[in-house]
């Protein structure tokens, strides 16, 4: 099968269709997203080598359970080893011995075909199309934002950061009905959710998004700040902006330190949530109910021949989500 | 009256009495004890200059309520606005223009008269003895750390220093029936709370802390880690010990920035809380049922007239508490 493979560089390469292990599924990948997290590992990120890619809808060719043959699948991307405490609490995606769909020990999905546990898999409903189900596993990323924090109608909340994450998590939280700020520096990605009642800030540059003048008190006092920018001004931007005892979900990661005082935390009592994958569940259903459509955030779509081209237009400034189509649906 | 004030070094002066603000109650003071935020102020801290001090018990003498007069009394040490948004959340604590006592724009207790508003203050219960009251600030802001994270029976939990704050952290969380780990580097001070059932730790270089053998698990895996050693090594020994979706409660405020990449909280999922004082009420209860016994924390008490040598004593190797005696009880 055709493939897209970094092994030190990015080549489409021809290779053995996957043999699925005890309790897998193949699956026939139909459409692939490429996240930020792709780009990375093309830059030395977990020193992966193999098939990249892990957002992504297909179609259930093979599975030890008949049922599932012929579903309309997205994955979850962490296997843990089922055996160590971690797992038995139910934190597979922790697991210290996890694979994880190419990201770590596990070829991904930018290939005709991908293997996955079934405990892995959750079926797409009809009315969801691929180009929206594919956003499930970067929605699910969003939405752990509010399987951590309680987010109650009544907070102030600051998004930090216009990228792919920082507006799912705009999307997600406007749904609470909370006073909702995103700040980012991208007037275009910015205007992709003024439309629905987000209150937009453009900075020009992230140092100065502690000027908590534009957010018209003094000081910001945000109950939550979500920092979904990738940068460490980012991280200096939330603690700023944050309430004293009010909350930072993290999602960003760094590629290098920073320097911080703790104290900052301690004194104003903050509390700091690093935050990663989520639910898969409540993703599908709010795309099954149209309550998030993500699919203003597609920049482009190229086929698998072309997913060299996809991944150098993804790193492309202004570029929101790339998807690369695999295959069409055969139902 | 007699007092030890800081205006760029520490003396003895003799001071007017001090005049109650509107609301604000005259005390007496009896017991001062000194605290490593005091030692901070005369290295710089707070830019303070006037009384230190800030933990004590006393003797209210004049109020505007008559029947507070008489009463033994400890005293919480912010006095926000009362006028603000954030006081008005009852964050008095977190106001922008409270005053701190002996810390913060408001002379303290190392003297022999100070004032409080009324509403800070606590009557002590007869049944505790001077010496034992004087710790309720500090095991206020031991118990903080319940008031923020649910501590269940099955926790396990570290506690990073074995300093005043990492000892009392200890009697209090003891009391959770955890399992209670306490990590410091003075075999002494491990050796006040290992007969208590705390399983102690000596690491003589705290750079050896997240050699997680010693714990007996591999990784350590923590429920919670408490940090409270004051050093740096301790925050990098808090985020190696903590397991994933941990927690972290930051006690320590540190002189200097350090350098961390918040990564390390994003990948695993980890909250990090920042916690200070605490509240009263509950101290005073567990002090007065003796339940918490911090008297083995006293290492010696010194009279008014020798606070300077006090102070200076405070800051030797392996001294714990340092009580300063003002006057005694006139019941």
Redesign the interface.
């Known amino acids: 099968m055709n493939a897209l493979r970094f092994d030190g560089q990015v080549c489409m390469v021809q290779v053995p269709r996957p043999q699925p292990a005890v309790g897998e599924a193949l699956i026939r990948v139909q459409l692939v997203g490429l996240c930020q997290t792709d780009v990375e590992i093309t830059r030395g990120y977990k020193n992966f080598q193999g098939i990249l890619g892990h957002e992504f809808v297909g179609q259930v060719v093979a599975a030890p359970d008949a049922a599932w043959i012929g579903q309309r699948v997205v994955g979850e991307i962490n296997i843990g080893c089922g055996r160590c405490?971690?797992c038995q609490r139910g934190?597979a995606k922790?697991c210290?011995h996890r694979t994880v769909l190419g990201i770590y020990g596990r070829d991904g999905a930018l290939a005709e075909y991908l293997t996955l546990p079934l405990a892995n898999l959750h079926q797409v409903p009809a009315s969801v199309p691929d180009e929206v189900a594919v956003f499930t596993e970067p929605l699910a990323a969003a939405l752990e934002i509010l399987a951590?924090v309680p987010v109650g109608p009544d907070y102030r909340v600051l998004i930090v950061g216009d990228g792919k994450l920082g507006l799912l998590s705009a999307l997600v939280l406007r749904l609470t009905g909370c006073e909702l700020h995103l700040l980012g520096r991208h007037p275009e990605k910015l205007a992709l959710v003024a439309d629905l009642g987000v209150m937009t800030h453009q900075a020009d540059r992230q140092a100065e998004l502690d000027n908590s003048a534009q957010f018209g008190t003094y000081?910001p006092?945000f109950d939550l700040v979500v920092?979904a920018s990738g940068s460490p001004s980012g991280?200096h931007t939330a603690v700023a902006a944050v309430?004293?005892?009010g909350t930072i979900v993290?999602?960003?990661?760094?590629q290098?330190?920073?320097?911080?005082?703790?104290?900052m935390?301690?004194?104003?009592?903050?509390?700091?949530?690093?935050?990663?994958c989520g639910p898969f569940a409540p993703a599908l259903r709010l795309l099954a109910k149209g309550l998030i459509d993500p699919r203003p955030l597609i920049s482009k779509v190229f086929p698998l021949a072309q997913a060299p081209a996809a991944l150098a237009y993804a790193q492309q400034p202004g570029v929101l989500k790339v998807l690369v189509e695999v295959s069409v649906h055969a139902n």
């Open positions: 405490p971690r934190q922790h210290q951590q000081p006092d920092e991280w309430r004293p005892q993290a999602k960003s990661t760094y290098q330190a920073l320097e911080f005082n703790p104290t935390l301690v004194v104003p009592e903050v509390t700091v949530i690093g935050s990663r």
